[in-house]
């Protein structure tokens, strides 16, 4: 007995506007990876690509894919590969993601425009444009910290505030910080680093240096925060899962007029005692508080090497199976 073999077939019309490059990426790279996701193969006729796969699934998980892309390059942005790699994961799952590449959403100017390249980053923005203290917390990876600079050297430049004040409790110093060498910067110098590497990489070491001696960057040690009220500022705290309960309260309540706060962290990596964490306890207290909101990231919106991503999954799945 013969055993009939269907094979499904979908076609792409090419818009004259759009290049077969500018879909398929250079060297067919993305052709290649899409192929073997999905085990199909292309042919390009004319102004069509014809998909044909014995899945009709994949066929068409693939089609929605290259109609995604063709979309997104005529309304103006052209790809890189960790937006192509996130556009597949979420279009695979019948969703949407052109509102995230969109000319028409939300961008930075800072000396480069920064924009959202997931879904979850495109909350967030729109999270702080509409609250005064937003809450971010995620995995590695998922550009908490960098766009929380990005937004504050954005509302700098627009004039929206004054400054920006930069913190981050330095758990590993404890209580020794006052004996390190060098003076306050330099003491908390390695601990704020990361927030110091998103400015420079978005505006320049020159104008990073300007703004410190001038006052309008300030670098403080959390400990430092106590006695305060920042008006027109916009305040950064980054690792805030390393927080305690009456230092997030403290920090909370030094905002002051006209003035936006940031919180980011990973309550997956908390040096201190998880049950004294004053972000994952912040969680239960302000929920429901009308200005504040809590932006969850995951796995997805990893923009770092793809190996991150398959790093953050492979540990939640470890840590998932040592609880059962």
């Known amino acids: 007995m013969e055993v009939e073999i269907t094979i499904t077939v979908r076609k792409v019309r090419i818009p004259e506007d759009v290049a077969v490059l500018e879909i398929f ?3 067919d790279k993305r052709a290649r990876y899409l192929k073997k996701l999905f085990n199909v193969e292309f042919a390009v006729r004319d102004s069509e690509i014809l998909i044909k796969g014995m899945d009709e699934k994949s066929v068409d998980a693939a ?8 979309s997104i390059t005529r309304d103006g942005h052209l790809l890189d590969w960790t937006e192509f790699e996130y556009l597949v994961e979420r279009v695979s ?3 949407s993601v052109k509102e995230v590449y969109s000319n028409n959403s939300k961008g930075l100017i800072i000396g480069k425009k920064v924009k959202p390249k997931t879904l979850g980053q495109k909350k967030y923005l729109e ?7 937003v809450f971010v917390i995620g995995p ?9 600079v990005a937004v504050a050297l954005d509302y700098l430049k627009m004039g929206k505030v004054n400054r920006i004040i930069l913190t981050r409790p330095a758990v590993e110093a404890g209580e020794k910080l006052g004996y390190l060498p060098g003076d306050l910067s330099e003491k908390v110098e390695p601990y704020l680093r990361p927030l110091y590497d998103a400015i420079i990489d978005i505006t320049s070491p020159d104008k990073f240096n300007s703004y410190r001696e001038r006052g309008i960057i300030e670098i403080v040690p959390l400990a430092y925060m106590r006695g305060r009220t920042l008006n027109n500022s916009f305040i950064i705290l980054d690792e805030a899962q390393n927080t305690t309960y ?3 309260k403290m920090f909370l309540t030094r905002l002051g007029f006209n003035s936006k706060a940031v919180i980011t962290g990973d309550i997956t990596q908390v040096d201190i005692e998880k049950e004294k964490s004053g972000l994952i306890e912040c969680q239960k207290i302000l929920e429901g508080i009308s200005g504040i909101e809590f932006v969850y990231l995951n796995e997805s919106d990893v923009v770092r090497h793809p190996l991150v991503k398959k790093i953050i999954k492979a540990y939640e799945e ?3 199976s040592r609880k059962s």
């Open 25 to 27: 990426g250079q060297y």
């Open 63 to 70: 089609h929605r894919v290259l109609d995604e892309i063709i």
């Open 93 to 95: 799952n019948s969703e």
């Open 127 to 133: 999270a702080v444009e509409k609250n005064d203290v």
């Open 140 to 148: 590695a990876g998922t550009g908490k910290t960098y766009l929380a």
């Open 246 to 248: 009456q230092q997030m």
């Open 318 to 320: 470890y840590e998932r």
